[in-house]
């Protein structure tokens, strides 16, 4: 199976990972899953609720201090409705510009968040979430690094470098079940494969710092995410030396001064070592059964066939490698 995302994406999002980085992104805590035990209060989607869930989640990325106010927007109206920041419900004059959600203000940020949204507990989380990565790409400067086209992109991908990438994926691709069956829909600007790729380079970032892999955390994976993860763990953990650079020399990976290696999996691989562009069958029965027709003696062997047997048995003990 091919990889979900394109080279030039993947590329995209180790430049944009490196300009992030230089600017200080990186988790203060643990990776931030959506559970109880990062957000224990009840939610009972009034907007003093709402303005504690963000309250909570910007302390989880280091960002208490930081005066921000949330405000739910009709966008039918065009009008904010209330104001959710501590605890108030007030009219809230506060002009929101349209398509804007965060707005910075004199001294801090109006994030801005669609009645409709409310309802949906993943795509509330996810905007909040980008929402913070959209206030760190400006109060750190990170801003400046990026076309306007990227902004969106790159606010996503700041949040999962931050510790929020676990509600990043799940919010690009959320399952809706209609009279047409179940749609995939995405409440990001990254797509599902992107926001997979970007959480596991965050999560491997922190591996190769000396950080244990977050526990729990396919199990705080929705269904799309965690059909992606494995795939793009692999990616990640094939270019283990290019993650590594983005605290050694981020700046050569900012210009694009590396090569991605394809992070195939073993089985992709073992295809390539024989030659096999596409097969119906399994490889290694393939070649058992090419060996069959040989004479039983290894010594036998033509040249080749030993030379692929020996590629086999190098791929299948770097796999162990890696997994032990």
Same mark, same amino acid.
């Given at each position: 199976?091919?990889?979900?995302?394109?080279?030039?994406?993947?590329?995209?999002?180790?430049?944009?990972?490196a300009s992030l980085a230089k600017a200080g992104a990186e988790p203060v805590g643990p990776f931030v899953l959506p559970?109880?035990?990062?957000?224990?209060?009840?939610?009972?989607?009034?907007?003093?609720?709402?303005?504690?869930?963000?309250?909570?989640?910007?302390?989880?990325?280091?960002?208490?201090?930081?005066?921000?106010?949330?405000?739910?927007?009709?966008?039918?109206?065009?009008?904010?409705?209330?104001?959710?920041?501590?605890?108030?419900?007030?009219?809230?004059?506060?002009?929101?510009?349209?398509?804007?959600?965060?707005?910075?203000?004199?001294? +801090?940020?109006? !994030?801005?968040? /669609? &009645? %409709?949204?409310?309802?949906?507990?993943?795509? #509330?989380?996810?905007?909040? =979430?980008?929402?913070?990565?959209?206030?760190?790409?400006?109060?750190?400067?990170?801003?400046?690094?990026?076309?306007?086209?990227?902004?969106?992109?790159?606010?996503?991908?700041?949040?999962?470098?931050?510790?929020?990438?676990?509600?990043?994926?799940?919010?690009?691709?959320?399952?809706?079940?209609?009279?047409? +069956?179940?749609? !995939?829909?995405? /409440? &990001? %600007?990254?797509?599902?494969?992107?926001?997979? #790729?970007?959480?596991?380079? =965050?999560?491997?970032?922190?591996?190769?710092?000396?950080?244990?892999?977050?526990?729990?955390?396919?199990?705080?994976?929705?269904?799309?995410?965690?059909?992606?993860?494995?795939?793009?763990?692999?990616?990640?953990?094939?270019?283990?030396?290019?993650?590594?650079?983005?605290?050694?020399?981020?700046?050569?990976?900012?210009?694009?001064?590396?090569?991605?290696?394809?992070?195939?999996?073993?089985?992709?691989?073992?295809?390539?070592?024989?030659?096999?562009?596409?097969?119906?069958?399994?490889?290694?029965?393939?070649?058992?059964?090419?060996?069959?027709?040989?004479?039983?003696?290894?010594?036998?062997?033509?040249?080749?066939?030993?030379?692929?047997l020996k590629e086999l048995e190098a791929l299948y003990d770097e796999v162990v490698s890696e997994r032990s």
């Amino acid at each position: 199976m091919s990889q979900p995302w394109t080279e030039e994406q993947a590329r995209w999002l180790v430049k944009a990972a490196a300009s992030l980085a230089k600017a200080g992104a990186e988790p203060v805590g643990p990776f931030v899953l959506p559970d109880g035990r990062f957000f224990p209060d009840k939610f009972d989607r009034s907007p003093a609720s709402i303005g504690k869930l963000f309250t909570r989640m910007k302390a989880h990325v280091g960002l208490a201090d930081l005066e921000t106010e949330v405000v739910l927007v009709d966008e039918e109206a065009g009008a904010v409705v209330s104001s959710c920041s501590g605890g108030s419900c007030g009219g809230g004059g506060v002009k929101v510009l349209s398509g804007q959600r965060v707005t910075p203000t004199g001294d +801090g940020y109006t !994030i801005a968040i /669609a &009645t %409709a949204e409310v309802g949906n507990p993943v795509v #509330l989380t996810t905007v909040m =979430a980008r929402s913070v990565g959209a206030i760190f790409l400006d109060a750190s400067g990170a801003v400046a690094r990026f076309r306007k086209d990227e902004l969106g992109p790159a606010g996503d991908l700041a949040a999962s470098l931050l510790g929020l990438g676990a509600l990043i994926a799940n919010g690009a691709g959320i399952e809706v079940k209609g009279c047409g +069956g179940v749609k !995939i829909h995405s /409440a &990001t %600007a990254l797509s599902a494969p992107q926001a997979t #790729l970007a959480l596991a380079l =965050a999560v491997e970032r922190e591996i190769t710092r000396g950080r244990a892999e977050p526990q729990g955390l396919e199990a705080g994976l929705d269904a799309v995410a965690r059909a992606m993860f494995a795939a793009a763990q692999a990616f990640v953990r094939q270019n283990r030396d290019i993650v590594r650079r983005l605290d050694d020399s981020p700046d050569a990976l900012e210009e694009g001064n590396f090569k991605l290696r394809s992070g195939l999996g073993v089985g992709q691989r073992i295809l390539t070592t024989l030659g096999i562009k596409k097969a119906a069958e399994d490889p290694i029965e393939r070649l058992e059964r090419e060996l069959a027709a040989q004479k039983p003696s290894s010594k036998r062997l033509a040249p080749e066939k030993r030379a692929q047997l020996k590629e086999l048995e190098a791929l299948y003990d770097e796999v162990v490698s890696e997994r032990s």
